[in-house]
């Protein structure tokens, strides 16, 4: 059995103006995360991807269709039980900056979670001194506040709260994306080492291929709301077969100029073809 089981959801959001009818921006996706898993949802922006993360967090309502987690609904869970669901189920935020609570010092911010749930100040400071080991930062980090780190570090900050409660599955929506590309491999390198120590499931939100496949075993491709092509991480980033993927794939820039020529009239061909094939 899947940990993460998405069935058939669909999200809508209220139209504009006065009397407008709801606009639907998932169209009946349906995906599974195995235990110890990372799926890569990829599509650029307005594809929906970002909305399955928030729909899987509870912080957005699905119109229909099922989320399982562990083989337990969680849509329309209370707020309480949404609360015991916490420790299982975390996030990882896109902007470093602003994700973390600047007038809380680091061990005040990763302490918190663990002091919602249950643990006593002192287990709660052991447990952070552990944390930032885990995410290569001094023990010493836990007296500062986040502006005094980089936004790699703040990050790694933003992984040790995700990593607190011992989840079994991190939502990471956009994690890297604020980052400058030395850094994204850090981070990204984290990731995989810390889902290698401990079995984490990760849901893995971006835009961006290269990315995707560096850290995914498989990839969903979302195009307008529609899950257009899903497969091994290494088949759909080499060999995608549905023409947005390809599209994607040769958005994705290189350091030959003629190269990059040659991508940009192939991408231009296939933006000119018809987008309506769908593969499942």
């Known amino acids: 059995m899947s940990l993460l089981e998405v069935a058939d959801l669909r999200v809508a959001f209220p139209g504009r103006g006065f009397r407008a009818a709801p606009v639907e921006v998932l169209h009946g996706v349906s995906l599974d995360v195995a235990e110890g898993e990372t799926l890569g949802l990829v599509g650029e922006s307005g594809s929906g991807k970002t909305t399955i993360g928030r729909a899987v967090l509870g912080l957005v309502a699905p119109a229909s269709g099922s989320i399982r987690f562990d083989g337990r609904e969680t849509t329309g869970l209370t707020r309480r039980a949404r609360r ?11 902007d470093p900056y602003t994700s973390l609570n600047p007038s809380l010092a680091v061990g005040d911010i990763l302490s918190e979670p663990l002091i919602v749930q249950g643990a006593k100040t002192t287990e709660a400071r052991s447990r952070v001194r552990s944390l930032l080991d885990q995410v290569g930062l001094p023990a010493g980090a836990a007296e500062r506040l986040p ?35 030395s850094t994204q491999a ?6 995989v080492d810390i ?8 849901l893995f939100v ?41 599209r994607l794939l040769l958005a ?29």
């Open 195 to 202: 889902q290698e120590r401990t079995g984490v499931a990760y």
């Open 147 to 181: 502006r005094e780190f980089s936004g790699g570090q703040r990050q790694r900050i933003a992984i040790a709260r995700a990593l607190a409660t011992d989840p079994r599955l991190i939502v990471c929506d956009e994690p890297v994306s604020a980052l400058d590309l």
């Open 186 to 191: 850090l981070v990204l390198d984290l990731l």
């Open 206 to 246: 971006s835009h961006d291929l290269a990315v995707i496949r560096r850290i995914s075993h498989r990839v969903t491709v979302l195009y307008r709301g529609d899950l257009v092509e899903t497969g091994p991480a290494a088949e759909v980033t080499s060999s995608p077969r549905h023409a947005y993927t390809r």
């Open 84 to 94: 015991g669901l916490a420790k299982d189920v975390q996030v990882v935020f896109q």
């Open 252 to 280: 994705s820039p290189v350091a030959d100029p003629e190269e990059q020529a040659r991508r940009r009239e192939a991408r231009r061909r296939l933006t000119e073809s018809s987008l309506e094939e769908r593969v499942i």
